[in-house]
């Protein structure tokens, strides 16, 4: 199911994306945006992973570096039934964490030092939980994707006052005022998209982290803490391009919208979490 949203969000902001070209410059510009459409595409999909550990400046670390670390991927390895993924800390001192990768078979997890300083191994296993459960749902290579031709699409709206909005005007197609309009428009769009997707897979991940390990109210601890920490966001966790990839919203302070927000509220999420540790309604 997860592979045919994929290829649904592929298909869908790769129209979009043609739509601002064709809309720009006519039909070379429709040219241009469908042959860096399946650039995008294909970076994406191949190489998001490793796009995504570079900005965090994380490295694989071996069971020896981190024998718990370790020895809890293990163990939800065998829970999820999947291979275990790539093992990685960023030596970022704000807390976070994050899974990437096309597939579970080429999947990687990755820890900031200050998650590992910050947690006990009850809610590092719930992390480690959450994480899993976007590996398994492929939620990692939507994500990638939609941010990937989200950023295209900004990237060429941006362009648009560049490309002759006047000469449009005189050939009788849309002018400059058009194409300011277009230009806060399909970034508009493709980030309300790529939003959309991020706040429902952070649900659901949440959720089967806290069934597969077992422990809802470990979770619930963890992004307490993760919520509660004021160090400064670094320069490589702060990337807007990748902030949807970690567990918590690395931007949550910053003066956005809730509208534009990467992640569903923090309060909601642990709220759902006790409720399943309670033995409340399920989390849904």
């Known amino acids: 199911m997860n592979l045919l949203k994929t290829v649904f969000w592929m298909t869908l902001l790769t129209l979009l994306l043609v739509g601002v070209g064709q809309f720009v410059a ?23 992973d490793r796009l995504a550990l570079a900005a965090a400046s994380a490295r694989e670390v071996s069971p020896l570096e981190d024998p718990v670390l370790h020895r809890l991927a293990d163990r939800l390895a065998l829970q999820y039934n999947v291979a275990k993924p790539r093992v990685y800390r960023s030596p970022d001192p704000g807390p976070n964490a994050f899974a990437t990768g096309r597939s579970p078979e080429h999947a990687a997890i990755c820890v900031t030092d200050g998650l590992r300083t910050l947690l006990n191994e009850r809610e590092l296993l719930g992390v480690l939980a959450h994480e899993f459960g976007h590996v398994t749902s492929r939620d990692i290579l939507i994500s990638s994707v939609v941010a990937v031709m989200a950023g295209a699409i900004t990237l060429i709206a941006n362009l648009a006052l560049w490309m002759g909005g006047g000469r449009r005007d005189r050939e009788g197609g849309p002018g400059e005022a058009a194409v300011v ?41 963890a992004l307490r803490k993760l919520g509660s920490d004021r160090r400064p966001v670094s320069r490589a966790v702060g990337n807007p391009a990748f902030a949807h990839l970690y567990i918590v919203n690395p931007l949550a302070g910053a003066d956005h919208a809730a509208l534009f927000s990467t992640h569903p509220p923090l309060e909601q999420r642990i709220r759902r979490l006790e409720a399943m540790g309670l033995g409340g309604l399920p989390y849904a």
């Open 26 to 48: 006519g039909v070379i510009g429709m040219l241009v945006a469908f042959t860096l459409a399946l650039v995008m595409n294909s970076v994406a999909y191949w190489f998001s």
């Open 181 to 221: 309009i277009m230009m806060l428009l399909a970034p508009l769009a493709a980030t309300l998209v790529r939003l959309a997707v991020s706040r429902t897979r952070e649900y659901q991940a949440d959720r089967t982290g806290a069934m597969a390990s077992g422990d809802p109210m470990g979770l619930a601890s």
